[in-house]
């Protein structure tokens, strides 16, 4: 599952960042902000207008994503972790 | 040892409390200037240690990663490396991290570490940690990263003894350096697990202040609205202590001037003195109460955490246009006045959504368009009821603000599309923890931007103001003259020149030769309507010596005009500081002038084939 469609308030785990194109900077600044395989993730809140952006808690750190920066992480319940 | 000075570096993550502890380290003796060639603030401060030592220290910018994706991050790495041209390697790095986000910080003082320098970690705002329950066991953490560490509040007075005692002391020495190479990057994150599952004990992953405000601050209804009563406060605040400051500043130099002239004989050089440099100086001061008033707002909810929250809040929309959110507060405070908004630009990272705010912050109505419109609307639109509710005034005056905002969402729409980059920029945007913002940060801040507009731009408003009252002045009237002096000077000459262009759109070669002196400072195109219609400044008689002179379409022609002209040139000077390029300069003015031309020539053409 990708980030962008994971509910809000679901706990979730890191599976790994995807490059949307190659050496993309965006992929990489995401795995430098922590965004690696077997980090906890949740959607805490979403924006008022579209549903964008999103708001993850990863680690202590809370981020704003765009759906389309959210979409590079792929991500899976927390019970198979 | 102990006479030599010692060159410090501090680095963090953004966030990290890096400046609060620069400030609390220098106090006010710091130097601000840019980095060559780039708009990155270089903030530099010196403090003497109590073994006599002179510590100077560098607050270099935020980074979250060597593999830098900003030029403020270029700039940290480079540095921190010894490789930034015109910058002596640092002898010591000093890495911020704070103690409540430390899955974060880490990361990166493991990144500092490789570089192979003497580094000592200051674990921040430990205060906070602790009422929050966090436990770290710092002797442990030290052994592990094989730094030295040292806990700091950078918030509470003496909050720095730790740090000066560790850095007035021997200099650490520097780890081996090591290469970084994708595989070792992805190594930091297991190696900062590590570290904190030996060293943190972490009772709960977040603050419970920040969870509960942020469901109110974030809420896509409530947090819309106090966003909204949080802007209307800050436009409450900007009209009832900004204008009345900024209007008896700029009474007080005219009575100044006055005075002054009563001491001197009437001539040319009178009048330098009174209409060029008082008149000029009255202009520039006038300006500062409203940018201060309003940096006071924009720094204290920087400060506080709540701005990135607004940007989040509003990033879709702005995204829309080819903005961002963090866009969204420059633009506002334009409303006021272009030159805070565009000074308040450097809390947009990116460079290209930067650039893009800047250009199109002007077109946000501000003040001082007011009085024109004001002087305009009153003569010529009729006070007539629109659905019976709507004063027809008022519905012009707000036609013209909405003109401003959609024009802003039009060029950035067409930006958007023509510039070549048209790769992803992301978001990406760390919402920190809610803080109360300190005094003494904000007011050194407050001190900062004040400096920057007097000192980078006093010169080149005054400057220019004097060229305008050159061009007003000269040459002076003839003996038995019938007109105004202004008729026969330069301006006059420009202004007879200007209507063959400006015919198109209505204005006469009176109307033009207003718009010389207005290009210093717009609320001036009234004093020179009054002067060149030969009335003694009174709005009112100003306002019926229009009407009878000019035609409903030049008057609602010049209407737009002042919508989107490129105006005023303490505007454009600040466009030419802050983005350091000439072409942006001549971007602004270019593009502002062909928008206002071709939004005039058709009202007025329209207007003309309807009445």
Known sequence: MRLSELPKGAPAVVDRVDDAHASDPIAQRLRDLGFVDGEPVRVVAVGPMGGDPLLIQIGFTRFALRRAEAARVSVRAEAAA | ?611
């Open chain 2, 1 to 611: 040892m102990s006479a030599s000075t010692l060159r410090i570096a501090l680095v963090g993550n953004p966030n990290c409390g890096k400046t609060a502890l620069f400030n609390l380290l220098t106090g006010g003796r710091q130097k601000v200037a840019n980095y060559a060639g780039v708009t990155v603030e270089r903030k530099e401060g010196r403090f003497t240690a109590p073994s006599g030592r002179v510590l100077q220290i560098l607050d270099l910018p935020g980074a979250y990663s060597f593999d830098a994706s900003s030029p403020d991050e270029q700039i940290t790495r480079d540095v921190c490396a010894g490789n930034y041209p015109g910058e002596v390697a640092p002898d010591l790095i000093v890495c911020v991290a704070d103690a409540t986000n430390l899955r974060l910080h880490l990361r990166f003082v493991l990144e500092v570490k490789r570089l192979g320098r003497p580094v000592v970690l200051a674990l921040n705002m430990m205060d906070t940690a602790r009422s929050r329950g966090i436990v770290i066991d710092v002797p442990e953490l030290s052994r592990r990263l094989g730094l030295p560490v040292v806990e700091t509040v950078a918030v509470k007075r003496g909050g720095a003894r730790a740090l000066i005692e560790r850095v007035d002391g021997e200099v650490p020495p520097a780890a081996p350096a090591q290469p970084d190479d994708a595989a070792s990057r992805t190594d930091l994150h297991a190696q900062v697990r590590e570290l904190l599952a030996a060293t943190v004990t972490m009772p709960r992953a977040t603050a419970a202040l920040d969870d509960a405000l942020d469901r109110w601050t974030l809420h896509p209804v409530f947090g819309l609205a106090i966003l909204a009563v949080v802007m209307f406060l800050v436009f409450q605040a900007v009209y009832a202590a900004g204008k009345p400051m900024s209007d008896l500043i700029g009474g007080g130099f005219a009575w100044l001037g006055g005075h002054v002239a009563a001491l001197m004989p009437a001539g040319p050089l009178q009048s330098l003195v009174v209409d060029g440099l008082f008149g000029g100086i009255g202009t520039v001061l006038g300006f500062l109460p409203v940018i201060l008033v309003l940096f006071f707002f924009i720094l204290t909810l920087e400060e506080s955490g709540y701005l990135p929250r607004a940007a989040f809040l509003l990033d879709r929309l702005m995204l829309s246009v080819g903005l961002t959110g963090r866009s969204f507060i420059p633009l506002l405070s334009s409303f006021a006045c272009a030159i805070p908004g565009i000074m308040g630009t450097r809390s947009i990272q990116d460079p290209r959504d930067r650039l893009a705010t800047i250009l199109i912050a002007p077109l946000m109505t501000c003040s001082a368009r007011l009085p024109v419109y004001a002087l305009l609307i009153g003569a010529f639109i009729p006070v007539r009821y629109v659905f019976g509710v709507f004063n027809l005034q008022g519905v012009v005056l707000f036609s013209l603000y909405l003109a401003g905002i959609l024009g802003a969402m039009l060029v950035g729409w067409v930006m958007k599309h023509l510039r070549r980059d048209k790769s992803e920029h992301a978001l990406l945007m760390e919402l920190p923890s809610y803080r109360l913002p300190k005094a003494r940060d904000v007011a050194i801040g407050l001190y900062e931007r004040g400096m920057v507009f007097l000192k980078r731009l006093t010169g080149v408003i005054l400057g220019l103001t004097v060229l305008m009252w050159f061009l007003s002045t000269f040459p002076g009237a003839p003996e038995g003259a019938t007109q105004p002096a202004i008729d026969y000077s330069f301006a006059g000459y420009i202004g007879r020149g200007l209507q063959y262009i400006f015919a198109p759109i209505g204005f006469n070669w009176q109307i033009s030769l207003a718009l010389i002196p207005a290009f210093a400072a717009r609320e001036t195109a009234v004093a020179a309507l009054a002067t060149v219609y030969l009335v003694g400044g009174e709005a009112e008689g100003l306002g019926q010596a229009l009407v009878g002179q000019i035609p409903l379409a030049s008057a609602l022609s010049l209407l737009v005009w002042f919508a989107y002209a490129p105006q005023c040139m303490s505007t454009l000077a600040i466009i030419k500081r802050e983005t350091d390029s000439w072409r942006n300069v001549a971007i602004s003015f270019g593009y502002m002038f062909v928008m206002a031309y071709t939004a005039s020539f058709i009202v007025y053409q329209v207007t003309r084939a309807l009445t």
